[in-house]
């Protein structure tokens, strides 16, 4: 029996909605964006937060971050909350529907996008951001999940990305991707991927929206970020996040993309799942299966939440330890 969107089980909200109104009126002259600085030379991090309204457990670290009052030893620190007017219309009656006001703001990044007339709030958002993304040596972008799955780094497209991110050593997963085929995530952006560049951008998958886990992950994941830049001493690091684990490699290969929005899957897949066996069913697209290309597939982050033609419902990978 195959599982359609209204089938997928519902998750409690965990962590409640939290209040960064306070954080509106930064030093930097755009709303939510605030700089710390060092007064030593160093390199610029960005860290980023609600790039999707209802992913917010990014906002909970990095309003914890400033609340402790914490700086970089060396360098600059940009924080920053970006789809904050989506995260304003967030209802946990419906807790899914913020994602976005008028488009997902991580398919936006491509100078077409940014720079055409449009009344796009994602895109004007996006273009008050690019002052600070341009500085960027280093950048973090904090989401989370639909469904439970474990944390993953995704490190993009380029080699840079994937050795800070084992340097780093956590989480366990890291995913080697090319993104999506509705628009550019901001780790495809500019520098990040420019091979002249050394510009560095990850983005963490924390777990699920609204869960304690997510936050945890989150928190967990900057202070390894913030420590492999060298710009946070190891006294600054709680006890708890300095040791590494044990990492895996999953290698995207092959993307599923909506031709319908009547998608189902076989199964009620959370991620990271392994189909042994070439060929396998794991979903329909209107009627028509979608096969897993060769055996010892993996699933990466599938799900239904938002599926409509084009969008990616679920990426496969081959896993192989590092």
Same mark, same amino acid.
């Given at each position: 029996m195959f599982i359609t969107k209204t089938a997928l089980p519902s998750y409690p909200i965990e962590v409640g909605h939290p209040d960064i109104s306070h954080l509106k009126n930064g030093n930097t002259g755009v709303d939510y964006v605030h700089r710390l600085t060092s007064g030593a030379p160093g390199p610029v991090i960005l860290l980023n937060a609600l790039m999707h309204g209802n992913e917010y457990s990014g906002a909970v670290v990095l309003s914890n971050l400033l609340k402790k009052g914490l700086?970089?030893?060396?360098g600059t620190w940009i924080l920053?909350? !970006? +789809?904050?007017?989506?995260? %304003?219309?967030?209802?946990p009656k419906d807790p899914d529907k913020s994602r976005f006001l008028d488009m997902d703001m991580n398919r936006v990044w491509t100078e077409e996008k940014l720079s055409a007339k449009s009344d796009i709030r994602e895109v004007k958002?996006?273009? +008050?951001?690019?002052?600070?993304?341009k500085e960027a040596d280093f950048f973090l972008d904090l989401h989370s999940m639909h469904e439970a799955c474990e944390p993953m780094m995704v490190t993009g497209t380029t080699q840079r990305a994937y050795e800070f991110a084992k340097r780093m050593g956590y989480?366990?997963?890291?995913?080697r991707d090319e993104g999506h085929a509705d628009g550019k995530r901001l780790i495809d952006y500019g520098d990040f991927v420019n091979p002249e560049k050394a510009a560095i951008g990850l983005l963490i998958e924390a777990g699920h929206h609204w869960s304690v886990k997510s936050v945890e992950n989150s928190e967990h994941t900057l202070y390894r970020f913030l420590a492999t830049t060298g710009t946070l001493s190891?006294? !600054?690091?709680?006890?708890?996040? %300095?040791?590494?684990?044990? %990492?895996?490699?999953? !290698?995207? !290969? +092959?993307?599923?993309?909506? %031709?319908?929005q009547d998608v189902q899957f076989a199964?009620?897949?959370?991620?990271?799942?392994?189909?042994k066996e070439k060929e396998t069913i794991i979903a329909s697209d209107s009627g028509e299966p979608v096969k897993t290309p060769f055996s010892n597939c993996v699933l990466v982050m599938p799900s239904l939440r938002h599926v409509m033609p084009g969008v990616t419902f679920v990426r496969l990978g081959t896993l192989k330890e590092i």
């Open positions: 700086k970089p030893t060396c920053s909350f !970006s +789809n904050v007017a989506a995260f %304003q219309t967030f209802d958002r996006a273009r +008050n951001l690019i002052p600070f993304i989480p366990r997963v890291l995913m190891n006294h !600054s690091i709680p006890p708890q996040y %300095q040791e590494k684990v044990s %990492q895996v490699e999953v !290698s995207v !290969s +092959n993307r599923c993309v909506a %031709q319908t199964q009620n897949w959370l991620g990271m799942e392994v189909i």
